[in-house]
């Protein structure tokens, strides 16, 4: 299997935030960004090893920023870093104000995906190849925020989480 750059999986994707996308204050809804974010995702995990894939994990999403009825939301997602058959992907959200020209910044988060064979099964994903200083930084990252991912779903002891004992202890 061929391992893969960074950049080759990096897509954007555009939506314009309608009535029904909102709530009663004019903003949008926390599940509807998060439900364009898991497409915007799951496209990016998808290029990444072309294959189906389905969403293991979501990580926090906190707002910086409302995004108001009438704006467009830019999300933009790419794979961080690949594991075995799971991609952990890093996405950017912003809003657009187009009437009064500007672009603000709504939240990031990071997802992760896991890559299904034909059967429905876990299948092994490209390594990751990250080129830039961003990408660099993200991928050293990820390790950590998969450790910290996997303790709190009970599928790790802290103990063994030897990346995030390191930012702590000095051995």
């Known amino acids: 299997m061929e ?5 080759e999986s990096f897509i954007i994707m555009n939506e314009l ?3 029904n ?13 998060m439900y364009w974010m898991d497409i915007a995702g799951g496209i990016a995990a998808g290029k990444h090893c072309n294959a189906p ?7 926090n999403l906190s707002f910086k920023n409302p995004i108001r009825l009438g704006n467009i939301v830019h999300i933009e997602a790419q794979v961080s870093r690949a594991f075995t058959t799971s991609m952990e992907i890093h996405m950017k959200v912003w809003g657009e ?7 603000y910044e709504s ?4 997802f992760t995906f896991v890559a299904l064979d034909p059967n429905g099964k876990p299948r092994k994903v490209p390594e990751l190849i990250p080129e830039t200083e961003e990408e660099k930084a993200l991928y050293d990252g990820a390790l950590r925020r998969r450790q910290l991912r996997l303790i709190l779903g009970g599928k790790m002891k802290a103990d063994d989480a030897n990346e995030l004992r390191a930012l702590f202890f000095k051995d």
């Open 53 to 59: 894939c389905m969403t293991a994990s979501v990580d």
């Open 17 to 19: 935030v309608l009535p």
């Open 3 to 7: 391992s893969k750059k960074s950049g």
């Open 97 to 103: 104000d187009s009437l009064h020209q500007y672009r």
């Open 107 to 110: 939240n990031e988060a990071y």
């Open 21 to 33: 996308d909102t709530n009663t204050f004019g903003n949008l809804m926390g599940g509807r960004l």
